[in-house]
């Protein structure tokens, strides 16, 4: 006989907000079969929840009937050819539970969600689902993003599963970070950012290694773009290296010039353009590893072409409010003038 779901028995929550998100979706029967099975399961648990789904804009027709079926789901569309981790961001800035699952849908499916919520709940931490077992080579193919990884401050496994529950205060941490992008699917190495691992046993069908093979390119390009501060430090320290040699070296052909002689024909125009070669080089590169540095620590993230379209305008709010007969301040009646 199966066991009956945790929280089954359990009497709907009224002191959280529950949001979970998905960036990645394609309009279909499993899709939307997918989506009311989950939020049932959710308002089993939860009172007050929302679903928000972000989905090329030509998709938007396939989902207006399942976002008015199930109550409290939110649909975004944006650009064909947004990238995974952009939607990722743009998911996450637009939920307001306390509590936020950043998944995907065939993970979320097959893992108990609730669970998972409570469990991130409980750890207070950025909590990833982790199963134990998985394929040796798949791992082998995993070591080249790990160690890029480690040098940009990243936990990165792109083996690893997508869906992430996050409590809200970390969540605003992960926003903040320099790279949200990756911030929010593989959580940096900081203190401030604990994080744990709920552990399943569950296997996604369609997970191969070599699923995804533009995202794993993306996600590569974003490393090394993100490594851009440390490999222009390399190149500065380098050119200043070789700034000093050619200084150096014309130091030395000035002393043979003073000290020796006689000279072999054309040894001293041969060096000199060496010496000179070599403090251009050192100069112009090391000047250019500066600016570029600079402009990066000047320059501030523009969001401007990740805002979404929101479809459909839900106000969880205010339907707390009214669930729990809350009074807000700017609907409260005036008092009564004196004298």
Known sequence: MREPDAGTFRKPREDVVVSVCFSELAAGPATFAAIRDLAVRLDGAYRFREIILVVDDTQRAGFLDLVREVPNTRLFVVRRGTEYYDRRVIAAEEAIGDLVILGNLEEIAALDVLAFLDFAEAENAVTMAFRPARRPFKRLLAWPFIALGKLAGFNVDPSEFQSIAVPRTLLNLLLAHDEPRLALRFPPRDPRLPR???????????????????????????????????????????????????????????????????????????????????????????????????????????????????????????????DLNVVLESEAPAPPAEG
Not at 214 to 230: D, E, I, K, N, W
């Open 196 to 322: 744990e691992w709920f552990r399943t046993a569950v296997n996604v069908e369609g997970r191969t290694a070599f699923t995804g093979i533009g995202r794993r390119l993306a996600l590569l390009q974003t490393l090394l773009v993100y490594l851009t501060p440390t490999l222009l430090t390399l190149v500065a320290v380098s050119s200043g290296v070789l700034t000093l040699v050619g200084l150096a070296y014309a130091g030395w052909i000035v002393g043979a010039v003073l000290l020796v002689d006689s000279l072999a024909p054309g040894w001293l125009t041969t060096n000199a353009m060496l010496a000179v070669s070599a403090v251009f080089m050192g100069f112009s590169t090391l000047g250019l590893s500066l600016g570029l540095q600079h402009l990066l620590k000047q320059q501030r993230r523009l969001k401007a072409d990740l805002v979404p379209e929101e479809v459909n305008r839900i106000d969880l709010f205010q339907q707390v409010a009214f």
